[in-house]
């Protein structure tokens, strides 16, 4: 004798053996459905880790990294960074100058002529630099803050470009 699930007597009812069949195929599908969740999941998570772990200056801009600080060691008014760029890639650095200082960009490429450099002010806007000569540019800077340096890689040409850019402010 055992109890009937339909009628709720104990009973010596067939209905029994057919319940419990069923449920056990509920419960079955319900485990194969929680371990499908569970390793989407742990997909998922591993894919949430790799972004927030694996790339995190891409986030930082948008997508770009944080330029780097140009260094000056103590009592020097200048600095050289060497670089080598590829494509189109290419490099930013953020020196601090306050008004009316001299800034002036030495520019060493190879191959001759694949790099320019660009500079913008604290508000953003390009500042002109005015050649002294080949490899050399030079600018009174309008305000005191940070100066944003860009190194980019002119030839539009796949290659690499290699650069010692120095950076002088008095």
């Not at 067939?14 to 319900?30: D, N, P, T, Y």
């Not at 009316?100 to 060493?108: A, E, H, R, S, V």
């Not at 953003?124 to 005191?144: N, R, V």
Request: hydrophobic content about 35%; glycine content about 10%; aromatic content about 10%.
């Amino acid at each position: 004798m055992g109890f009937c699930h339909y009628s709720g007597y104990v009973t010596n009812c067939s209905c029994r053996f057919l319940i419990s069949e069923k449920w056990q195929e509920a419960r079955g599908a319900v485990e194969v459905e929680t371990l499908r969740l569970f390793k989407l999941s742990r997909w998922a998570l591993a894919l949430v880790i790799a972004l927030n772990f694996g790339i995190p200056q891409a986030y930082a801009q948008g997508g770009k990294a944080e330029p780097l600080r140009v260094q000056f060691q103590r009592g020097r008014s200048s600095a050289t960074i060497a670089g080598k760029l590829r494509g189109d890639q290419q490099a930013e650095y953020v020196a601090g100058a306050k008004k009316d200082q001299k800034l002036t960009i030495n520019l060493y490429a190879r191959p001759p002529g694949s790099i320019t450099v660009k500079v913008k002010t604290p508000d953003g806007a390009d500042l002109e630099l005015k050649p002294d000569s080949k490899q050399q540019w030079s600018a009174t800077l309008p305000g005191d803050g940070d100066y944003l340096l860009w190194v980019v890689r002119s030839s539009g040409k796949p290659g690499t470009s290699l650069y010692k850019l120095t950076v002088t402010i008095r």
